[in-house]
């Protein structure tokens, strides 16, 4: 059973350039698209209408040059995407270090800088942030940096997942 027909073979070709570019590894790229969108072009958040392979927001599309509407842009395939993807990642090239530091550089960039920090608070329990986040909120429900991978690592069981990674290179293992 083939689970991942909607990424094309021209995504995972151009994947590896994209992540290059950007300084990032290519596994953390993925995770980061995994934990947001599932991988899925057309994935879209009915809340917020965070659309895309990592949940790009209305506005921020719009500030991207995209005109057509974030409901246009689910449309778009994932390779289509990806030049935004590159686009929106590329001030942070070279910052990306790590797996907490590739997710803020799409949740909360300007907290990048304390990626290597795993106690630091990104968000209080009773703020919004933590409170439309509950994926990635610690016990005491506030958001940290130690929160992140493991959140992220959470959603990395599907089939779906282990396709993912065999087609872009990351997985020599057999497939469910």
């Known amino acids: 059973m083939i689970r991942t027909a909607d990424l094309s073979d021209q995504f995972f070709k ?3 350039a994209v992540a290059s570019t950007l300084g990032v590894s290519l596994e953390h790229l993925l995770e980061v698209m995994n934990f947001e969108s599932g991988v899925y072009a057309s994935a879209q958040n009915a809340t917020t209408g965070a659309t895309g392979l990592i949940q ?8 991207m040059g995209y005109t057509k509407g974030y409901s246009e842009f689910r449309k778009l ?11 929106y990642l590329s001030p942070y090239a070279g910052k ?5 530091a590739a997710y803020l550089a799409v949740f909360l960039p300007a907290y990048i800088p304390q990626a290597s920090d795993p106690d630091f608070i990104l968000a209080r329990a ?4 933590a409170k439309s986040n509950p994926a990635l909120r610690g016990p ?5 940096v130690k929160n992140l991978a493991p959140a992220i690592k959470r959603q990395q ?5 282990l396709e993912i990674l065999y087609r ?8 469910p």
């Open 96 to 100: 990306m270090t790590s797996l907490e």
């Open 157 to 161: 069981k599907s089939a779906r997942w």
């Open 14 to 16: 151009d994947l590896p």
């Open 126 to 129: 009773t703020s919004i942030i």
């Open 56 to 63: 790009f927001m209305p506005a921020t599309l719009r500030g």
């Open 140 to 144: 005491d429900g506030s958001i940290q």
């Open 168 to 175: 872009a290179g990351l997985f020599t293992g057999p497939l």
């Open 77 to 87: 395939r994932a390779e289509e995407q990806l030049p935004y993807v590159k686009r």
